[in-house]
């Protein structure tokens, strides 16, 4: 046999000459979830490790994240129900505890990467990510509120935001709003392919997001989010959103999806990134719990499947645990 592809497998050395992808730290982002308060460290029961901080404690946390290389965040709020109404105008409201931690964080650790949600479900009494009137959650009327809440995260520091909301147009109305404030140099991390999907579990748990169905609130966010069935329309999503300003293309689930992951960086020019959800860390968690799977080989390998697929970004739970194996020579 003159092709013998194990001569490229023979050992630890030759196999690190031929690898074709890699995985470093600062190619990761990891979440934060931040509560209002002080002294709070309040894990969440459906994905066991991550928790619910108070400022104070998510300032030791990116803290110690820096220390392993690991400087990109993305933040999102548990807000108190007393703070929600129907237009979501907490979420640029000046007094918004998000919009402080921001501006503290930044001015504590200016190196950070920080980046935002941007979406009205935090703040809305109904849960949705735009505007609910007569049972349905329309979409014009939402990119105003949408576009105030980006130039008040820009306001308080945020590096790059991020439109979750599923709404047409949005990414083009933060765009001409932020330019329109001076942002010019804020990056835009569109959530352009975002799925309907039954992974967001533990994430509503954390942020207690899920639409509060009934009467004429739509029960869930089929209407805006993709199906899970289609492809070829996560094109037309990233066609929008590039033209519109988009600086990222994300999508969302991750491990679920590597086949739109590949297909958008085949086919656009702007960095992809990849959201890699809490029910698929979840899933992972509790095989490795039950012994089933073993985690310090499992969770890299599913890092780099994402990776492979064609994330340059990827944001996942499993980030610091990832940077601290990197620290100590594990992988």
């Not at 490790?49 to 548990?78: H, N, W, Y």
């Not at 089933?292 to 994330?311: K, Y």
């Amino acid at each position: 046999m003159l092709k013998r592809p194990r001569r490229n497998r023979v050992s630890a050395s030759v196999r690190g000459l031929v690898q074709e992808t890699h995985l470093e730290v600062n190619h990761l982002v990891f979440p934060l979830f931040l509560l209002d308060g002080e002294k709070i460290r309040s894990e969440v029961p459906s994905l066991p490790g991550i928790f619910r901080l108070s400022l104070d404690q998510i300032l030791k946390e990116v803290e110690q994240c820096l220390t392993l290389g690991l400087t990109s965040f993305i933040m999102f709020p548990a807000v108190s129900e007393a703070l929600k109404d129907k237009i979501g105008s907490y979420g640029y409201n000046p007094a918004n505890f998000y919009l402080k931690a921001a501006t503290n964080i930044k001015k504590r650790f200016p190196e950070c990467t920080l980046i935002s949600d941007v979406a009205m479900d935090p703040y809305n009494a109904d849960g949705h990510d735009g505007l609910v009137r007569a049972g349905k959650v329309v979409n014009d009327d939402s990119l105003g509120i949408l576009a105030k809440m980006a130039v008040a995260q820009a306001e308080a520091g945020f590096d790059i935001l991020g439109p979750s909301d599923m709404m047409d147009g949005r990414v083009g109305a933060i765009r001409q709003a932020l330019d329109g404030a001076g942002f010019t140099d804020t990056g835009i991390m569109s959530y352009t392919a975002k799925y309907a999907s039954a992974f967001y579990g533990p994430f509503r748990d954390a942020l207690d997001s899920a639409p509060k169905a009934g009467g004429d609130i739509p029960k869930d966010k089929k209407t805006y989010q993709m199906n899970p069935a289609n492809k070829r329309e996560a094109l037309i999503e990233a066609e929008l959103d590039t033209a519109e300003g988009a600086d990222y293309l994300m999508v969302k689930p991750a491990v679920n999806y590597l086949d739109v992951i590949h297909l958008l960086k085949t086919n656009f020019n702007l960095p992809i990134a990849a959201y890699h959800v809490s029910g698929e860390c979840a899933m992972l968690l509790a095989a490795c719990r039950n012994g089933w799977l073993d985690f310090d080989s499992a969770m890299p390998e599913t890092l780099m499947g994402i990776r492979r697929a064609g994330a340059d970004v990827v944001i996942t739970y499993f980030a610091k645990i990832y940077a601290e194996m990197k620290a100590k020579g594990q992988l």
